[in-house]
């Protein structure tokens, strides 16, 4: 094989890799960021139909008390695959914010 033909083959290497490296990692963060938002939205939707519902009371409304009184099977997060801590909780004051407590 000649020495231009190594050139162009590893010259065409390289412009696929600057191209598919950025652009795998672009679409496997936003596809996380994505599968975060909806399992987030599961939460709060099923928090806020638990508060107006009078079902939960409280402004803090906790996982252990959702899975109690609306049957929400348990969540996770689904990029780290661990089971949310049931101490973890949506704050009806900051508008249905989900805190995550580790």
């Known amino acids: 094989m000649s020495k ?5 083959y590893s010259t065409v290497i390289i412009i696929v890799l ?10 496997i963060t ?7 938002e909806n399992t987030t939205k599961k939460i709060v939707e099923t928090a806020k ?4 519902n ?3 009371i409280e402004e803090v409304i906790t996982l252990a008390e959702l899975y109690e009184k609306t049957g929400l099977t348990e969540m996770y997060n689904p ?5 949310y801590n049931p101490k973890s909780y949506i704050d009806v004051k900051n508008e249905f914010q ?3 407590i580790p």
């Not at 231009?4 to 162009?8: S, V």
């Not at 139909?49 to 107006?52: A, E, G, S």
């Open 4 to 8: 231009n033909k190594i050139w162009i």
């Open 18 to 27: 600057l191209i598919a490296i950025p652009s795998t990692y672009k679409v």
């Open 30 to 36: 936003k596809h996380n960021e994505r599968m975060l």
């Open 49 to 52: 139909d638990c508060y107006y």
């Open 54 to 56: 009078n079902s939960c």
């Open 79 to 83: 990029v780290t695959k661990r089971i």
């Open 98 to 100: 989900f805190i995550e």
